[in-house]
């Protein structure tokens, strides 16, 4: 079937097999490239490894350290006519390059927010790994959650307090816009929290503990953003900081923890903003990204998640003794927040219409960077050519046959 990108507002409904093949194989390359990194790990769990940050820990972590990897992620496989996420396309061509490369990769595809999954994953880690794993990134972005009590919960992005104003752009059309958002109800706050703060990591944590399958001096890590003030109003200060917040003093409880369980660790590190299924959704980020691209390829500065994630653990994670802030957080937001790549995009924020984005904003980057995301406009892949939408993930199939 010829696969073509169908988009719904900040969206795209299809995804390519071959073009997001396409993609995990360049990440690989681009490990390899930069060279091994000490193992410092062996056995490493990513929960939401299926895109964006949690997809690069996971090319990292194997090809990079040469671990085990043991991914847990939720995607929806091709039914008929219909694509498979990209996602799915995503892992299926990441477990295949490993299993070439001799490098073990399992993969769970359900909800991690579920005690089932967990327990699924506990046992794999019992069959599979040794009984232990020494690292856990936690890379979870989703719009709902079902806690363990049974209650759904939908985040939003929101501001707080106060409506927020400011300009917006539409990333197909690249029509510039005013936008105004009414500020979030209290029962939204709270909700925004459950789904994107820390207690879903912290009964992640808990759980492997009660397992006793964290192995000596085991780290956790989860990721957050804090961004520039500019976009204060809608992210720090708005109901997903709060949640960020959350996350953030979750770190310092379960460092408490697992200090006691495992001599373990657990850790935030602050990422830059990028083009993923997730940023794409908040209202007024992608026109910051679109600028803040546009003047970090200009510096020569600018990082994708698999560069980010690659400095992540080289930087901070393979060695001895991290360089932290006073938070106790690792930063790789160090490029991205530079007083002169925040003066320009201030700059150009000003100045900015549908009519001069083009030419002063990175807009033409940032929407191909996310068709790349579903495995469109990828360079060298034919979208002409027929292609088979069903394809199986190694390790998932093999469960089920
Ligand atoms: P993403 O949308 O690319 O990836 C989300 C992952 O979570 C996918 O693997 C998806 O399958 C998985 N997932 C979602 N719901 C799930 C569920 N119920 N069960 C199992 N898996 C589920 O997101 P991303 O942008 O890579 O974000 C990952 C983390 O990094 C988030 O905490 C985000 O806040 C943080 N972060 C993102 C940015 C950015 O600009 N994108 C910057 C800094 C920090």
Redesign the pocket.
């Known amino acids: 079937m010829i696969v073509e990108p169908k988009t719904r507002g900040f969206i795209c409904t299809t995804a390519h097999p071959v073009g997001c093949a396409a993609r995990v194989a360049e990440q690989i390359d681009y490990v390899q490239g930069e060279g091994e990194l000490p193992a410092k790990y062996k056995n490493v769990l990513v929960i939401?490894?299926?895109?964006?940050?949690?997809l690069a820990s996971r090319i990292v972590a194997s090809f990079g350290l040469g671990a085990k990897t043991l991914g847990?992620?939720?995607?929806r496989e091709a039914d008929g006519n219909r694509t498979a996420s990209a996602?799915w396309y995503n892992s299926a061509a990441f477990e295949k390059a490993a299993q070439k490369a001799g490098l073990y990769a399992r993969s769970i595809n359900g909800?991690?927010?579920s005690e089932n999954i967990k327990q699924q994953t506990i046992d794999c880690i019992k069959q599979d790994l040794d009984g232990k794993v020494d690292l856990v990134i936690y890379?979870?972005?989703?719009p709902r959650r079902q806690d363990p009590t049974g209650t759904l919960y939908t985040s939003v992005l929101k501001p707080i307090g106060n409506p927020y104003k400011d300009k917006t752009v539409d990333i197909v059309s690249g029509v510039v816009s005013n936008v105004e958002l009414a500020p979030a109800k209290p029962e939204e706050i709270i909700a925004t929290e459950k789904v994107m703060g820390g207690e879903d990591w912290a009964l992640w944590v808990d759980a492997l503990i009660a397992a006793d399958v964290l192995a000596p001096n085991a780290t956790t890590v989860a990721?957050?953003?804090i961004g520039p003030e500019m976009t204060y109003p809608i992210y720090r200060e708005g109901t997903i900081g709060v949640a960020k917040s959350h996350l953030e003093r979750t770190a310092h409880e379960l460092n408490v923890r697992l200090a006691k369980h495992c001599n373990g660790t657990a850790i935030v590190s602050v990422?830059?903003?990028?083009v993923?299924?997730?940023?794409a959704a908040i209202p007024v980020v992608p026109l910051y990204i679109s600028l803040l691209y546009k003047v970090m390829k200009q510096k020569n500065i600018h990082e994708g998640c698999i560069e980010q994630i690659y400095r992540l653990f080289k930087d901070f994670l393979c060695v001895d003794n991290m360089k932290l802030d006073d938070a106790q957080r690792i930063r790789i937001d160090d490029l991205e927040l530079r007083d002169d790549v925040q003066q320009e995009i201030a700059q150009l924020w000003g100045n900015m219409t549908t009519e001069n984005l083009p030419e002063i904003s990175d807009i033409v980057g940032f929407r191909k960077e996310f068709f790349q995301l579903f495995g469109f406009e990828v360079d060298n892949v034919d979208y002409t050519k027929d292609v088979d939408i069903n394809v199986q993930i190694p390790s998932i199939h093999l469960e089920t046959v």
């Open positions: 939401g490894a299926s895109t964006g940050y949690g847990v992620f939720f995607e996602g909800d991690a927010f890379s979870l972005a989703s990721y957050s953003y990422n830059k903003g990028l993923t299924q997730a940023s």
